[in-house]
């Protein structure tokens, strides 16, 4: 007996595609940064400065939201100080813990991100039409949770 192959289903490379259509946004951020004079800031920066706005984190809280450990978490702290984007400050209800707040470079290169995704789903609805980028936005939200976005490592 020969076994016919079967096409997989047209929505079988849907993963792919939500992975390639994520690696696309990452990289539509990455570049608007960059492009706005941010050129020193990885895509983990950008996920850390998502969980500091808007009023600051703790070392611990940045490792639990990127999935680290603490000490990785510090030297991406640290790397940001050196740069610029945050200060440490004291924690205003812990006296052993500092307080991670971007600084204004840091608000600068978050505006910089911002636009760089708003520009990126103009050029998707250019593409796809905004009421079809409504239902696909619509559909997304049924399915997928919303919470904390992180780096895949």
């Keep these: 007996m020969t076994v016919v192959p079967t096409n997989p289903p047209p929505t079988g490379d849907l993963p792919l595609l939500l992975l390639a259509a994520a690696a696309e946004v990452s990289q539509a951020v990455q570049d608007g940064v960059a492009a706005a004079g941010f050129a020193d800031i990885r895509p983990a920066h950008g996920f850390a400065f998502v969980r500091m706005a808007p009023d600051g984190a703790t070392v611990g809280e940045i490792a639990e939201h990127l999935g680290v450990t603490k000490q990785a978490a510090s030297q991406l702290v640290e790397d940001l100080v050196g740069k610029g984007y945050a200060d440490r400050n004291p924690h205003p209800d812990d006296a052993r813990a500092r307080l991670i707040t971007l600084t204004e470079r840091g608000w600068a290169c978050t505006r910089a991100a911002d636009a760089a995704l708003a520009e990126f789903t103009r ?11 409504a239902q696909v936005r619509q ?15």
Excluded: D, H, I, Y
Aim: proline share 8%.
């Design 123 to 133: 050029n998707w609805g250019e593409t796809l039409g905004t009421s079809t980028l």
């Design 139 to 153: 559909a997304l939200a049924r399915v997928v949770t919303p919470g904390r976005v992180r780096p895949n490592w």
